[in-house]
């Protein structure tokens, strides 16, 4: 080969990969915006036939990236509902679904300015989000907003920056078998006293009472976040009303944060909780609650949609947290659930609020509440044949007269970032329930508690 | 000798190019990360200077992390060396079933981490596990067994450990073929026993190969990721976490991505440090063919 052929070669050889770089290089800079993270997408499905490469594809029509914190047969029937969508208005789609990393997926793509065009913000609509999504009070469906979605979703300006398909409700789910089995009436547990007494009947006829998949820790935090702070912490009729020392940062958690997660160690030591605590997943604890392995499963009743997906001839229901004292208040945690938000940067802001609209509008709610067990965020739709969310309904007829509803306890009395404690502290509790064990557990949510505090004090004066 | 062309080196472009994109940038961005508080997603960040790389020597989790990466990284060496070299010994002849053996023996590497863990976790749980259905039969109880860190941080050992034995058995198998026969020979010739010949021809002569098997598997164990994420999820609280699953706790569920930096700075040159030494022990030893 002569030197003119081996430089002909060397530069066609380096020329391809260059190319390469440099159209990957230029595609992100010149629109940030529309570059996609690929690698953080663990699991990205196309639901249009014809793949596009880009927002705006050959023929002239839209693309949207959608990110949603779906999964399963959830995921399925959204899928469904995009496909349906594609095909009356010709948008496509990318449909992204990571699963259980969606929100490291969302929290890099934050941190880089690079969001998609439409994501669910799976309760963080305004204390997480809403710097990123365009306030949507001038939609047409805004004023179908209830009333529940709206004290969830708005922040203190007034806006909302999300349209609320869905609201969750997080709940006591129960197996109506077992407790009649141990001649319990759900209907009749109204107090911390009644739940605990059940407990006892359940244990008592071999059955574990209150079921937490804890190998994934959140449902240990979800357990003491629907059911123990509330009911200790702010709910009506609390043990130790602190919803002010909360949310002013003045919680003295030596003194009150003791007794409450003193609670949580005396379950375990009573044996409430299931042995494997520590190696149970969210699917196990679904299904023990449909099998009827256990009493009691306290978090989102989306949980009940899923058990019974697993056991479908199961019976179940939904209790209203307990109160501590009497003259006390039942309580339904809501919370957002299907809430779509659309980024204020996007290139697509009007096929994103096409989407929107097409959710609001062509009865697709019912779908979702069907699969979720949650309830429509917008009023005067049906939740279509849920069986969770007419369980919800019959819990609220049988204690209409004492019932409150709050926000998700996290959400209104925490500051940001508390989520993974909370996880660490039940944890650590279930592993060592002993004095030492809720000493080091309520030390490490004070400790938190308190620098996540610093970090909320200046944003709060800011706003007010 | 001949001179290489000059231009010849402007081949290495493109991997440079590459390298700086995917490595060297994040990397870079990394050691910055690493003096700063931040969660990980807010456009603010506050420099808090050497205070999280002091943090993580007073961390009693990043230690138990740290505990189990080394059990995790030098014990699946072990293992995977130990199991390796004798499939490929096993397989080196020619004899019916020597295919299947191979077959059986690599056929769990394609399998991803994340889903033999999963199998595993299935096999071990405490509600309708295989183990206890097994144990269930001669009249034991149900055991929680991952419950215990000690079981826990054993069966992602073990199960880690047999993912990837297919590995060093390739390496090894190739090794062993590439020995010239005439050694056995002679050595046959001379009266040697079998051990002998393995000991003084076949180990000494490997020597190439089990210094690339030892230092893949360690790397390989020091980064374990994905079985532990299926088995145990790290649990229970941190007992059976790696450095790599504790780096992605710290960093995305404990919004803490300063800190979780500086523990992969830390990390990093660890392993850097036992990659020059592995490399620099192997590379006196080998032997020259």
Known sequence: MNYKNLKRMLASFMFVPLLFSLMSCSGAGADNSESKNTSDDSKTVSVSKEKSTSKEDSGGGTSLEVAVDLGDFRLDVFKSIIADFEKDTGIKVELTAPGPDYETVLKTRMASNDLPDVWTTHGWSVMRYSDYLMPLNDQDWYDSVTDDAKNVITDEKGDIYVLPATVGISAVMYNADVLKAAGIVPEEIHTTADFEEACEKIKASGVTPIFIGGKEPSNGAGFINTYLLPMMLTNDGAAYPSADTLQDGTFDWKKTGMPVMQKFADYVNKGYLNENYSTADTAEMQKSLGEGKCGFVVRGILNLAAAKSYVPDANLGVLPVPYYKDGGKNMFQVGESSCFGVWKDTKNKEAALQLLDYIATKNVIPELCETEGSVPGLSGISYGDSYATEAYYTSIKQFESNLIYDNVFDRQYFPSGMWNVMSEATTEIALDPSKEGVKSAVSLLGENFNDNMKKLIPVIKRCF | ?289
């Open chain 2, 1 to 289: 000798m001949k001179k290489r062309n000059g231009k010849m080196n402007l081949l290495y472009i493109p991997a440079l190019l590459l390298l700086g994109l995917f490595v060297v940038y994040p990397f870079a961005q990394e050691i910055k990360v690493s003096f700063f508080k931040w969660n990980g997603y807010s456009q603010n960040m506050k420099f808090v200077g050497l205070n999280n790389f002091i943090d993580v020597f007073h961390d009693k989790n990043f230690w138990t992390a740290f505990r189990n990466t080394l059990v995790y990284g030098i014990g699946s060496t072990i293992l995977q060396n130990i199991f390796g070299l004798a499939v490929a010994l096993l397989v080196d002849t020619k004899y019916f079933g020597n295919k299947f053996i191979r077959t059986i023996t690599y056929m769990p590497i394609m399998i991803s981490g994340l889903i033999m863990g999963y199998i595993m976790y299935y096999f071990l749980s405490f509600d309708n596990g295989v183990l206890n259905d097994i144990i269930a039969v001669f009249g034991f109880g149900p055991k929680d067994w991952l419950r215990n860190p000690v079981i826990g941080v054993l069966a992602i050992l073990i199960v880690n450990s047999w993912q990837f034995a297919g590995n060093c058995m390739i390496i090894y198998l190739a090794g062993l073929q590439n020995i010239p026969k005439v050694y056995y020979e002679a050595a046959a010739i001379d009266g040697v026993g079998k051990f002998a010949c393995f000991r003084h021809i076949t180990l000494p002569l490997l020597v190439p190969s089990i210094s690339t098997a030892v230092i893949l598997n360690l790397i390989g164990g020091l980064k374990l990721y994905d079985v532990i994420i299926s088995l145990t999820n790290g649990g229970p609280g941190h007992s059976t976490e790696s450095v790599m699953t504790y780096i992605s706790n710290r960093y995305f569920q404990a919004e803490k991505a300063g800190y979780a930096s500086a523990i992969g700075i830390c990390i990093f040159l660890f392993i850097l440090l036992v990659s020059i030494i592995m490399n620099s022990y192997f590379d006196r030893k080998e032997v020259e063919l």
